[in-house]
């Protein structure tokens, strides 16, 4: 059991971060579930052992973080043990079809709000010499067309941890990052969503040169099969618990070739996206 261990984790309302927030509940964690909206905080804690705390929280927002920070330290006399920065977006499609806001609005949730939030809480995770847990994904390890924006923000996220987990060796505060390839999450349907309107209102003859790239990744969407985000809240148990936590956490067979693929010579790389890729055209 650890009931004398605090954890906050951002983005709890779906996926991940309530697979995961279900769990570290389950398994005896005091739980900050961090949500936006105080309805899915009610829903999460009925659906937890009743320990659980939601805390409002937006990551893009100084005083959100600020008032989090607060509830957290009165709660748990200035400790935490565990924060894990989950909250993320998905948006956007090729560079030439993507506005430079949607490109901003990503990379202030997925990256900017992972350094805020960690830089906010550092002193209670000192305290306690504790862990940090960023979700990445295999994007932030391979760049696949289409995807740059949310593969930036990932890279991004990969590079503060990498940096992060040297800077807190000395306070004994491990660092790791999950790596989760396509996870049953809602992050999908809503960036699938924001790709359409994109669409919707892109120049239809710049549209028209990248349509055979869309119509491949709505055919392969429809066909690929998904792990259930407890499969990733797994990797989160063992990262807060493990003597040793992994520094990576690669999650799912297809984050595990993805991961592969960018080892090899990039001529051999970009062949294999390619004609992966072309599978999902329709056949002539």
């Known amino acids: 059991m650890e009931g004398d261990k605090s ?24 739980v900050f579930a961090g949500v936006r909206k105080s309805s899915d905080g009610d829903a ?47 948006a956007g499609f090729t560079v030439e079809l993507t506005p430079i806001s949607a490109l901003r609005h990503v990379l ?6 992972v350094f805020a939030v960690t830089q906010a809480f550092l002193p209670l995770l000192r305290k306690s010499r504790g862990r940090v847990i960023n979700t990445g994904s295999v994007s932030g390890l391979t760049a696949l067309p289409g995807m740059s ?36 999450t809602e992050i999908w349907e809503k960036g699938t969503a924001k790709v359409k309107e994109l669409i919707l209102n892109a120049n239809p003859d710049i549209f ?3 349509a055979p790239l869309a119509l491949s990744y709505q055919n392969s969407m429809e066909k690929q099969k998904y792990l259930p985000p407890e499969a990733v809240a797994d990797s989160v148990y063992h990262a807060f618990t493990a003597p040793k936590p992994k520094y990576h956490y690669l999650v799912g067979s297809d984050a595990k070739f993805l991961a592969f693929t960018e080892r090899l010579p990039g001529r051999i790389r970009d062949w294999i996206v390619y004609k992966t890729i072309s599978k999902g055209l329709p056949k002539k």
């Open 108 to 113: 202030d949730v997925n990256v900017i709000g």
């Open 149 to 184: 924006v949310y593969a930036a923000s990932k890279y991004a996220v990969e590079a503060i941890t990498e940096s992060l987990r040297v800077e807190l060796r000395p306070f004994g505060i491990s660092v790791s990052v999950i790596e989760p390839g396509l996870i049953a």
């Open 208 to 210: 028209k040169l990248y």
């Open 7 to 30: 954890v906050l984790i951002t983005g709890s309302s779906t996926g991940i971060g309530r697979a995961s927030a279900l769990r570290l509940d389950k398994e005896g964690f005091q």
């Open 44 to 90: 999460l804690k009925s659906a937890s052992s009743g320990r659980l705390i939601p805390v409002i929280l937006d990551v893009t927002e100084p005083e959100s973080i600020t008032n989090a920070v607060k509830t957290v330290s009165e709660k748990t006399n200035g400790e935490l043990y565990g924060l894990m920065n989950n909250a993320g977006v998905s």
